[in-house]
């Protein structure tokens, strides 16, 4: 089972820059779709990116303002977020999923069986 630890989470003004990291344990991730979730209370989770070896996906409300990004060697998946907005405040959480891509169910929550702990992002002036 993959160990997943979620950092980079902090307090931004609109139209700051974060980067988040998910560092992964116990499994290689070269194997996994990886998955960028976020949640605000109330509300579901919300699928933001995915990534694999094989495809690259993102949310409409996120698509060319972040980029995800993964490291095979450090076992790192990274998601860089340029041009924030008070509405992307949640906490961020990365997932993984067995399967090898990340396809048309990639926002869907409950495939994937590997969550970190997730990681406050708080866009605020």
């Known amino acids: 089972q993959v160990q997943l630890v979620e950092s980079g989470g902090a307090l931004v003004q609109p139209g700051g820059s974060l980067r988040l990291s998910c560092a992964a344990s116990?499994?290689?991730?070269?194997?996994?779709?990886i998955a960028w979730f976020r949640q605000v209370p109330g509300k579901e989770r919300e699928g933001v990116s995915c990534i694999s070896s094989t495809d690259g996906l993102y949310a409409d409300s996120v698509e060319g303002r972040f980029t995800m990004s993964r490291d095979n060697v450090e076992n790192v998946v990274d998601l860089q977020m340029n041009s924030l907005k008070p509405e992307d405040t949640a906490v961020y959480y990365c997932a993984t999923d067995r399967r090898l891509r990340c396809g048309s169910t990639w926002g869907r929550a409950r495939r994937y069986d590997g969550w970190g702990q997730g990681t406050q992002v708080t866009v605020s002036s």
């Open positions: 116990g499994a290689t991730l070269d194997y996994y779709a």
